[in-house]
Structure formats: C-alpha cells, structure tokens
C-alpha cells in the first residue's frame, strides 16, 4: 500500500501524580492514592494530508468538566497547529485515576479539590501539550492499516434487571454490548510501526476501590503489550462504555487488569496484522529447485485508503442537549436538610457499609444547583460539541460523555467509513447519556448520575436521537462523495 503525501507522527510521555491525590470514579473511596499500579500516560497522534492535520489526544484521567476540556483543546490546537475542531481528546476514565477539577468530586479522602490535585491537572495538561509538540516534530511518510476484531469473555451489559422490573449495576448478558476492537495503525514503507490506536468501550473498573494505587486499570497492560509485540507507541480510545462493565470488575486485589488488558492487546493486535483496510490478495510465484515449488505472497490491494492523496478532514457542531424537569429550590433545600441529618447520624454511629461520601455526594450537587439558581444561571439544556474526523477511509465520531453503548454502536453502523471508531468521554464529559428504552428501568445512570457532574437533573431521552442523528450527519459531511 503507498499512500502519498500521508504523514503521522506519535508522542507518549508519562505522568506520575504525586502520593495523596484523590482518584475519582468510586464515590464511597475514601483514601487518596497511596502507591503505584498500572502506569499513567498522554499520548498524541498528528496526522496530516493535503495541508490539512487532525490531532487525537488520550489522556489518563477519569474526569474532565467541559469548560476545561476547551481550554485544553485551544491550547493543543496551538501547539500542533491546526484548528480546534481538528483536535480530538479522550480521556480513559479509569476510576483509578485522579480527574480534572469539577463543579462536585466524584470521590476521595478530600472533599474539595487540593492545591496539589489543581496542579497535577495543571501539569497533566501542559505534559499532553508537549506530547502534541512531539508528535507533530515527529510527522514523517505513513501507510494506514485499519482492522476490526472481537474479544469475548471480558466485558457485559451492566444494567442488570431485578425482579420488581428495576436495574442495579451487575450483569445483563441480554444486553446489547458492542465486544469489537478496533484499530488504526501507522506503518512506515517497511512496515515499522508508528503508532497504533485502539478503540474498545467498557469502564476501565476491574480495579476496585480497595485499591488505593494510581491505575489506568486494564488500558496500561493492553499499551504495554501492542507496544512489545507490535513496535512503534500505543494509545487507546475509550468507547461508548456509558453502560458495559468488566464482566470481573471492581476486584479487591490488582492482578486481572493485566489479565484483561492483555486478552485486548492480542485481539488488537490480530486485527492490525489482519487488516480490513487495506485488502490483500495472493499472488503466485514460480520457484525452482530440486522438485517445482509455487511460492505465495500477500500483497496490498489498491484501494480508496491508498488514494494519491487521503482525505483529511473534520467537523464539529455544538448541540444542545435538554434536560428533564428541573428541581425547585424547596426540593433542594429539604434534601439537603435530610441528607445533613443522614450524615449526622452515621457520623455518630459509624457504620463500615456506608461510606460518608456517598451522602456529601448528594449535597454537594444540591448546594451547587440551588447555586445556580440563586445566581439565575441554571439552565434547561447542555451545550457541547460532537466531532467527527476522516483520515481516507477511516473514520471517527466523538462525544462528550458516558455514552450508553447502543448509540455508538448505531452510528458505527450506518457510517460510511470503513472502519468507525465511536469515542465517549471525549472533549469533556457532560455526564451520562442512556438510551430512551432504558429511562423506563430506572437505575443509576437515568436518575442519580447527573448528579456527579454537577448537572441539575438527568438528561432528556431525546438526547439518544440527537446524539445519532448528529453523529451520523457529521459523518456523511465528511464522506460525502
């Protein structure tokens, strides 16, 4: 495969967070980190075309309110040069991991952000941007390999339903879960690798909060392993994981993160030595002996990903996303006088199955949104960007959120790409979007998720449509010859 004129470049740099930051993801933690586990990374690829370069970003973070996620992009823009809306930055969301400061704190020994837990994000952010510096230094002649796999065995729907008709986090295997990996590798002419991209979707969570070590959980392992066998740097997307789990998740002990992560790096790894993009075909050559022997070779077909000149390109529309009804300022203010008295007694009485946070969880989002109210900036719908990228054939949707599975999965599926990555947590995270069947089970994720990300109530299910049909669209912007 040539494909001329296409360039990509890689940079991953490590971040290692000093001792006592909080890592957030698991309300009821109530330690800040104590030790070391999987290790911590930024990692930037810069692709360009054509004149035209896009940037994807990952960064090891659990959280990243959108406002900061702005800054973060504008100051990626300018040091990769090129367009915002050319910039796509995930975060993996690993619940071992430290996030950036937010309106309410997922968790922690510390109810408010630390000094030191603002100049780590601060440093996180300065680390990713040299990583973009990096990447674009190091731009040089690429061929793009796109594959697809499946692993099974790992991950499952977590809405588990009751016996009452309700949902609680566990197991449904009725459930839809979109179980491929996808991959998008830069070679050079002889085949070393650049760099490699994989998107799977399932929260990074086989650690659980026992665990006071930083951790990018299971994400660490599979980069390690792509990286060994494959050559060239690793980085992975987060999916559309709203709503999929560890099929073994928030273990006590470390150990079946590597287990996980390793299972992955192989299926990515077979996908990338077995691409669909571009196609091969077998040619036979005569060899002669002491006896005939035919010899066969695979060699690349030309294709639309081998164009003279790949397409390079990005779009990015801001949408409103509604809420449902909004609570009162009275409705606040009681729970708020509940949960303080709630509080108050467990403080008295200490009870080990109840952690503390779990109940300045829910004040702390009520004080934030009578906050709002008083000031008269509460609002009645987010506005966020959704972003797509096209590089040749291959394509990328972006969204900026906990992502339910089955939307990403219906916008891989009517994408004109050859290969779609669907990207959550991305460009920030507003909080979790369900699909519009799922409101009707109740259950964490439509009716007390908002809260964690400062948002005044649960979004409307019509955001499930809004999110599809805008995706899809940005898409075809893109595809549309």
């Not at 109210?373 to 959704?386: D, F, K, N, R, V």
Request: charged share 20%; glycine share 8%.
């Amino acid at each position: 495969m040539t494909q001329r004129n296409l360039r990509a470049g890689a940079a991953v740099l490590p971040i290692t967070p000093p001792l006592g930051i909080d890592m957030l993801g698991f309300v009821n933690r109530m330690k800040a980190g104590t030790g070391y586990g999987e290790p911590m990374e930024v990692g930037a690829i810069a692709v360009e075309s054509g004149g035209q370069r896009v940037i994807i970003v990952s960064i090891d973070m659990a959280v990243c309110p959108l406002d900061r996620a702005e800054e973060i992009r504008a100051s990626f823009a300018k040091a990769g040069s090129c367009p915002k809306h050319a910039v796509l930055v995930n975060f993996n969301h690993s619940h071992g991991l430290p996030g950036f400061p937010a309106a309410v704190k997922l968790g922690g020994q510390y109810p408010e952000y630390t000094l030191k837990e603002r100049l780590f994000a601060d440093y996180v952010a300065e680390m990713a941007a040299s990583a973009v510096e990096l990447a674009v230094f190091r731009l040089e002649d690429a061929e793009m390999g796109l594959g697809v796999s499946a692993v099974e065995g790992l991950s499952v729907n977590r809405r588990e339903r009751t016996q009452d008709g309700g949902t609680i986090l566990g197991w449904n295997p009725d459930g839809v879960c979109d179980r491929s990996v996808q991959t998008v590798c830069f070679k050079r002419q002889d085949q070393s690798v650049i760099a490699t991209a994989v998107n799977f979707a399932c929260h990074p969570v086989v650690i659980g909060k026992d665990v006071t070590e930083y951790s990018s959980d299971f994400v660490g392992p599979l980069r390690k392993t792509v990286k060994q066998i494959l050559g060239g740097e690793c980085i992975f997307l987060q999916g559309a994981a709203g709503n999929i789990l560890p099929l073994e998740g928030f273990c006590r002990t470390k150990g079946l993160e590597v287990e996980f992560g390793t299972k992955l790096a192989l299926k990515a790894i077979e996908s990338v030595l077995n691409p669909v993009e571009p196609a091969t075909v077998i040619e036979k050559h005569d060899f002669a002996s002491t006896t005939p022997i035919s010899l066969y070779r695979r060699k690349a077909m030309k294709s639309d990903c081998a164009q003279a000149q790949p397409v390079i390109s990005a779009a990015e529309q801001w949408v409103r996303f509604p809420y449902e009804k909004l609570p009162t300022r009275q409705e606040l203010s009681a729970e708020i006088e509940r949960r303080e008295r709630e509080l108050a007694e467990l403080t008295a009485h200490p009870d080990p199955r109840t952690s503390p946070n779990t109940i300045r969880y829910h004040i702390a989002w009520a004080k934030e949104t009578i906050r709002t109210i008083e000031e008269g900036s509460i609002q009645t719908a987010a506005e966020a960007p959704l972003q797509a990228i096209r590089i040749g054939n291959f394509g990328i949707c972006a969204a900026p959120g906990e992502i339910f599975n089955e939307i990403g999965l219906a916008v891989k599926e009517i994408s004109k790409a050859k290969v779609t990555f669907y990207c959550g947590y991305s460009n920030g995270v507003l909080g979790y979007f369900p699909t519009a069947a799922e409101y009707a089970f109740g259950g964490y994720e439509p009716s007390v998720s908002h809260r964690g990300y400062a948002q005044p109530s649960a979004f409307d299910p019509q955001c499930e449509s809004i999110l599809i049909e805008t995706g899809v669209n940005l898409l075809n912007e893109l595809f549309n010859e």
